[in-house]
Antibody
């Protein structure tokens, strides 16, 4: 069974860069044709797609966040990463990593990690 | 930007049928997926590819899609079904992912 686990600082100062890691177990991130996503949920709000990285390393980002996002992956560690720069209080949210593919949708999610942007 | 529209809230009594709609211009061409989210939990996939139910999801959950509207139906609603529900799909080029705004299902 595939398991995803987010990790990273729970507190980031304004204007700094938020960096998160998603560690995948029970399956390889470099096979199967899966997209490895980041999704966030601001307090009391709905789900917001941030972007994904495909197993080949190609990426696609939410246009509203595109200028501040970099996603990458490390196949040797079976991990993928999110970097969100120039953060503000509006980036305070629970950040989820999740796996999807057209025929499976988002059938595997991490538990989520709360990131607070504050000085 | 592409959007999916859901009603903010739906209320039903136990045993009744709940229907939650999701409207979007590309739904005639793209699948709709549905997620249940309870407080402090990650979303759980309950319907994918418009009508498919993952293993372990009760049969009372079903999905349909017609034109620009997809519908999640919960038959014989139980108290445990009280949750937020989100639809999700892709844009016409199948590159963007998008979530609906979410619907809070209240079981009276």
């Amino acid at each position: 069974q595939v398991h995803l686990q987010e990790s990273g600082p729970g507190l980031v100062e304004p204007s700094q860069t938020l960096s998160l890691t998603c560690t995948v177990s029970g399956g390889s991130i470099s096979s199967g044709g899966y997209y490895w996503n980041w999704v966030r949920q601001r307090p009391g709000k709905g789900l917001e797609w941030i972007g994904y990285i495909f197993e080949t390393g190609s990426t696609y980002y939410n246009p509203s966040l595109k200028s501040r996002i970099i996603m990458s992956l490390d196949t040797s560690k079976n991990q993928f990463f999110l970097r969100l720069s120039s953060v503000s209080a509006a980036d305070t949210a629970i950040y989820f990593c999740a796996r999807d593919r057209e025929d499976t949708a988002y059938n595997h999610w991490g538990q989520g990690t709360l990131v607070t942007v504050s000085s | 930007s592409y959007e999916l529209t859901q009603p903010p809230s739906v209320s039903v009594s136990p045993g009744q049928t709940a229907r939650i709609t999701c409207s979007g211009n590309t739904l005639p061409k793209q699948y709709a997926n549905w997620y249940q989210q309870k407080p402090d939990q990650a979303p759980l996939l309950v319907i994918y590819k418009d009508t498919e139910r993952p293993s372990g999801i009760p049969e009372r959950f079903s999905g349909s899609s017609s034109g620009t509207t997809a519908t999640l139906t919960i038959s014989g609603v139980q108290a445990e079904d009280e949750s937020d529900y989100y639809c999700q799909s892709s844009d016409s080029t199948d590159t963007f992912r998008v979530f609906g705004g979410g619907t809070k299902l209240t079981v009276l």
